[in-house]
């Protein structure tokens, strides 16, 4: 074995060692001077319907190392209730409340998309905290942009579609996978009959579009959303040659 590779293998060993997750204090008990996280689990439009048999984790990250990462706690780990609730009472046994911060992440069956929520600047050890993760039910999108026929250089078709995480961040690969250059056409960009886009997106929500059309020196803003049922399939078309109502 050649010494570089003896000395990153080593090095390797090394990080791996002063990274890995504690899990000597999960769902440990405490009785004194402990923090209290009520964590509701919603999902739908405005996080309205409760998300019972949904899997919560709550984990301290502590801050990163010369050489990147940093030591994290695992603190619980559980189900919600039929309510959507999680309640989660624990002590602080090292630097949880001076650096670093928690992150709640949140899993259900496969209808749903999973997501994580970082919590910041706590730091009282007997901190009540009362917060909220949305659970995204899964739905899908398609979109269909019609008659691209630009008549200048200027002209483009924009197509931006967004749903609302009410504060949380959605973990699948499934929508970073989704092809979005599909819904781009910046100036230059060639004539198309038809362009279909196909992607997941929340379900029992609204779906948020930002449609920018640049035809014939004028530009074309237009905020539009269309509702969701879970498990189903919404189409939004967009021609480029007629003009919205």
Not at 30 to 41: D, E, K, M
Not at 144 to 169: E, H, R, W
Not at 180 to 185: E, K, M, N
Request: proline content about 5%; aromatic content about 12%; hydrophobic content about 40%.
């Amino acid at each position: 074995m050649s010494k570089n590779l003896f000395i990153a293998l080593s090095a390797l060993v090394l990080l791996t060692g002063c990274f890995k997750r504690d899990e000597s204090h999960l769902n440990k008990t405490c009785s004194s001077g402990c923090a209290v996280f009520n964590v509701r689990v919603g999902t739908g439009e405005n996080s309205a319907t409760p998300v019972g048999g949904a899997h919560v984790d709550l984990v301290w990250i502590g801050p990163k190392g010369p050489l990147g990462g940093g030591p994290s706690i695992d603190i619980a780990k559980g189900y919600t209730d039929a309510n959507g609730m999680f309640n989660i009472k624990f002590g602080a046994v090292g630097n949880e409340f001076t650096q670093g911060y928690f992150t709640l992440s949140v899993s259900g069956p496969a209808n749903y998309f999973a997501s994580t929520k970082a919590l910041y600047n706590i730091h009282n050890t007997d901190t009540i905290l009362n917060t909220s993760i949305q659970l995204p039910l899964k739905a899908y999108l398609k979109i269909v942009m019609k008659n691209f026929k630009p008549s200048s250089s200027d002209d483009s078709f924009v197509i931006l579609p967004t749903f609302n995480t009410y504060g949380a961040t959605i973990i699948d690969q499934s929508l970073a996978a989704a092809p979005a250059d599909l819904l781009y056409h910046p100036p230059q960009s060639a004539a198309f009959d038809s362009v279909v886009y196909n992607a997941p997106t929340a379900g029992n929500q609204y779906t948020h579009f930002s449609v920018v059309i640049q035809r014939n020196g004028n530009r074309i803003s237009h905020l539009d959303s269309l509702y969701i049922p879970k498990a189903t399939t919404g189409v939004y078309r967009v021609d480029y040659q007629k003009s919205f109502q």
